[in-house]
């Protein structure tokens, strides 16, 4: 019986309304009217030079893998307390993936720890701002400068933050942004690739739309289109851009109460002190986006507990991710290393219910329960 969900997707109201537009406009493959209003609204509020909306997050680091000319043998620095996705875009590529811990303190890369990770064969670092609170980004932009190497954000969890007032995203040379309806905004599936290299635009492009040149074809700057590259079909009908528009039409809306939610969680524990438990950690080079709230257990028997105490009343409050570096599919491929910080947010992270239509008083009752 459950009385509170751990996610509702919210619906704007306007959502049907544009799908229908969409429908009888009479263009609804991509890259129609409502893909060019999204793109043109990431572009203006954050300062990509390029986005292209995708069917995924997962396909848009995809096309990160493919830009970034990921070879065999390459090697790919990611996090392992993130989800799957963040590592498996680039293993389609070929790439050996080494896996870095996350922060004592916070489940983000340790960036401090990364630069003993770098060795001749490193071609990318892929930061996951986990629970759209930044990670560190400054000293990880300088090992790319320093050893060359591309930084692709995995900002999947992440739009609408910041890092030392940049928007989440615009950091990296490429990002990449969900719109899963557990996601802040949705489109039930959806994705976004954020670039900012002018010298990535043209080929991302391609590879956007089947290894075929058919946007510049579009914009007349070229007299037939063809196959030019590799790719795929990687770009969203209009259908599904248009469930979007109605959803960043409300962006600063959602925002805003999400926040609330966000708060009074954290003021209430805050004023309460909690045996054994950590409430999150928000640096203060980052802004708290209201993706996620958790808390931080001292063992797994503990969290385990509690969990099972809020189901009890109805309450659905779940962990997370499981250590990639130790998942059915990579740990023979591990190297070893014990990377204890993401064990520890593995075992120990609880998420507790956090959606718009989330009311005060449920906030208030599951905050009552934790701390009781
Ligand atoms: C949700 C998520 C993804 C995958 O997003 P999809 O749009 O479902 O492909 C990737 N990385 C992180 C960190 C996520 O939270």
């Known amino acids: 019986m459950t009385k509170v969900p751990f996610n509702k997707p919210y619906l704007t109201g306007k959502e049907a ?21 999204c793109q043109e609204f ?9 986005s292209l909306l995708t069917t995924s997050c997962t396909d848009a680091l995809e096309m990160c893998a493919i830009l970034a000319e990921i070879q065999p043998g390459d090697e790919v620095i990611v996090p392992s307390y993130t989800f799957v996705s963040t590592a498996l875009a680039f293993v389609r590529q070929g790439a050996k993936i080494v896996f870095a811990d996350s922060c004592p303190d916070n489940p983000n890369i340790d960036a401090s720890h990364i630069e003993e990770l ?17 990670c560190d980004m400054d000293p990880i932009m300088d090992l790319a400068r320093k050893y060359n190497l591309l930084v692709i954000e995995d900002a999947a969890q992440a739009i609408d933050s910041y890092y030392k007032g940049r928007p989440l995203g615009s950091i990296g040379h490429l990002a990449a942004f969900s719109f899963h309806e557990t996601k802040n905004i949705i489109s039930g599936e959806g994705g976004m690739l954020a670039i900012n290299e002018e010298r990535f635009i043209r080929r991302a492009e391609i590879i956007w739309e089947k290894g075929t040149n058919r946007a510049e ?3 007349g700057e070229v007299n037939k289109y063809g196959w030019v590259d590799t790719g ?9 851009a248009a469930f979007l528009w109605a959803q960043l039409e409300n962006l600063e809306n959602i925002q805003q109460r999400r926040r609330e939610l966000w708060n009074r969680y954290n003021d209430v524990f805050s004023a309460v002190v909690l045996p054994r438990i950590t409430l999150p950690n928000i640096p203060s080079y980052a802004t708290n986006n209201a993706h996620m709230y958790y808390l931080i257990c001292q063992s797994l028997e503990q969290r385990t507990e509690l969990i099972k105490k809020l189901k009890e009343k109805g309450i659905l ?9 130790s998942s059915e599919y990579y740990r023979d491929k591990h190297d070893g290393r014990v990377l204890s910080n993401a064990d520890h947010f ?20 599951i905050a009552h329960l934790v701390s009781g």
């Open 346 to 365: 593995a075992e120990c992270l609880v998420r507790l219910p956090m959606f718009y239509e989330l009311t005060n008083d449920e906030v208030d009752e």
């Open 17 to 37: 309304h544009y799908i229908y537009q969409a429908v009888y406009s009479g263009k609804i493959s991509g890259n129609g009217i409502f893909t060019k209003k």
């Open 232 to 240: 795929s079909s990687f770009l969203p009908s209009e259908v599904i």
């Open 317 to 325: 409050a779940v962990f997370h991710y499981l250590s990639l570096h």
């Open 217 to 219: 074809f579009f914009r």
């Open 42 to 50: 990431f572009e203006n509020r954050y300062g990509f030079k390029k």
């Open 118 to 134: 770098i060795t001749p064969n490193t071609k990318a670092i892929v930061p996951v701002h986990y629970a759209g609170v930044a």
